[in-house]
């Protein structure tokens, strides 16, 4: 009996969490003393630059500063055995041709042993900046300089104050936010290749701050055009806490003309509560809070993808440095640098610093090769100041979003990076340019898509 291509995804759907759990490395650097199986407390090595984070901005930091001076003693310390890149997984949900789990997933060893930096797998659960130490799971790290790049952590407590614990863990189980690598993506993959009909609904977070602000809209897009593909009824519904989508007019145009009312997007839809059971989730629209007769709406839905507030990565607040005093908690620097303010020895890329620069893969990337600049120059005692201060750097950051499948089409947006003295931080402009035809996506841009994306993972993994 000939299987048709549904069933043939619900099967090899399967497969693919085994993929995401191989080992790989773990130790100190050549000339460490580590422990055999040390305990947490039990002290392990020394380095002089010690990074947090194995995503985009940390493994930038270590391959920048081992090319800088093939001397710098650099450790990279890590909690997943594999690196799993979120920039371009939408994708694998749209089921774009030759996309795949391998297209994402990406062995430690192979920049390991290209750049000469060493990797630690362990879990960060505390930081003395007295003592200058990192405790993890496996023991205790020295360090004489920390860059922190972790990344974001979900604030499912601060949102929904009245989810106990279990809530929390089913939700995250059945209704994963897929902005963190892992298996989030896997999950919500597999509900995907396993619905028949039935809507998909997509949350946007409250506070308006989160990693990489297309994502949501992109994921829409990508979603709709595999429902489309596999004529599966339904649509994409889109709750958006506020009125605001990044990239809006483009998104908004390609949802028109490609898939008319498939997707629907609702401005100011609050999100009171989930019932992961009957598949249902009630929201309200916050114009409505005025008007004492307001109505809590209940949606059904097929698959959930509940994407919580975010925050900075815990590892932030256990470095105890200054943060904003906005909910997501993001790292004060001093000035035009990547060193944090609160301490000379410190310093952040990625998601987690305030600067405003958009949070992308590629921001995170050039984030990384500026602080690698600086502590380079540190370490060799020359006098430095980072090229943005004294002028703009014209498109330091491309984002794009791909948009449709068959042809696949993709839309762009460019920010032009500058120092502004009176905040004091580097900031951003944003452009979103059209295309040719006068229309924003293009199969063009979507060619740079899949471009951009083999670069960087070159940039990365080479």
């Known amino acids: 009996m000939k299987m048709n291509r549904r069933e043939a995804l619900k099967i090899g759907a399967l497969s693919v969490a085994a993929a995401a759990t191989m080992g790989t490395i773990t130790g100190c650097n050549e000339g460490a003393k580590p422990a055999s199986a040390p305990a947490a407390g039990k002290k392990l090595c020394k380095h002089k630059v010690v990074v947090i984070g194995g995503g985009f901005g940390g493994l930038t930091v270590a391959k920048e500063l081992k090319k800088r001076d093939s001397t710098f003693d650099v450790l990279v310390i890590e909690k997943n055995d594999t690196f799993m890149s979120c920039p371009f997984s939408n994708t694998y949900l749209g089921k774009l041709e030759g996309v795949n789990l391998g297209t994402f997933v990406h062995d430690y060893a192979q920049p390991v042993e290209a750049n000469g930096y060493g990797m630690l797998h362990a879990e960060v659960t505390s930081i003395d900046r007295a003592a200058k130490q990192i405790h993890t799971t496996k023991g205790v790290v020295e360090y004489e300089i920390l860059v922190m790049s972790p990344g974001i952590g979900y604030d499912y407590k601060g949102q929904f104050p009245n989810w106990d614990d279990e809530k929390i863990k089913h939700v995250q189980r059945v209704a994963p936010g897929a902005l963190i690598p892992g298996k989030e993506h896997i999950i919500l993959e597999r509900q995907l290749v396993d619905m028949d009909d039935g809507n998909v609904v997509i949350t946007v977070p409250s506070d308006g701050k989160y990693r990489c602000p297309p994502a949501p809209f992109e994921r829409a897009s990508m979603i709709a055009a595999y429902m489309k593909k596999e004529g599966i009824e339904g649509k994409v519904i889109i709750l958006n806490a506020t009125n605001k989508v990044s990239k809006g007019a483009a998104f908004k145009e390609s949802w028109k003309d490609l898939y008319g009312d498939r997707v629907e997007h609702i401005d100011f839809a609050k999100i009171q509560d989930v019932d992961p059971v009957s598949k249902t989730v009630t929201y309200h629209i916050a114009d409505e809070m005025e008007d004492k007769g307001y109505k809590v709406k209940t949606l059904k839905y097929s698959v959930l993808n509940l994407i919580p507030n975010n925050i900075s990565n815990p590892v932030i ?146």
């Not at 997501?328 to 600067?355: L, P």
């Not at 920010?415 to 340019?433: L, M, Q, R, T, Y």
């Not at 063009?444 to 899949?450: E, F, I, M, S, W």
Request: proline fraction near 4%.
């Open 317 to 462: 607040e256990m470095s105890g440095v200054e943060t904003t005093t906005d909910s997501f908690k993001r790292v004060v620097m001093n000035g035009c640098s990547f060193q944090t303010k609160t301490d000379k020895d410190i310093y952040a890329v990625g998601d987690v610093i305030a600067h405003t620069v958009p949070p992308s893969g590629q921001t995170a990337n050039w984030t990384g090769k500026q602080c690698a600049l600086e502590i380079a120059n540190r370490l060799h005692k020359k006098a430095f100041e980072l090229p943005v201060k004294k002028s703009t750097i014209k498109v330091g950051n491309v984002c794009y979003s791909m948009v449709s499948d068959n042809p696949e089409e993709a839309i762009m947006v460019t920010h032009d990076f500058s120092f502004s003295e009176e905040k004091n931080i580097i900031v951003s402009a944003g452009n979103v340019p059209k295309s040719p035809s006068g229309k924003y996506r293009s199969s063009g841009t979507a060619k740079a898509t899949r471009d951009w994306y083999g670069g960087i993972m070159r940039d990365l993994f080479s």
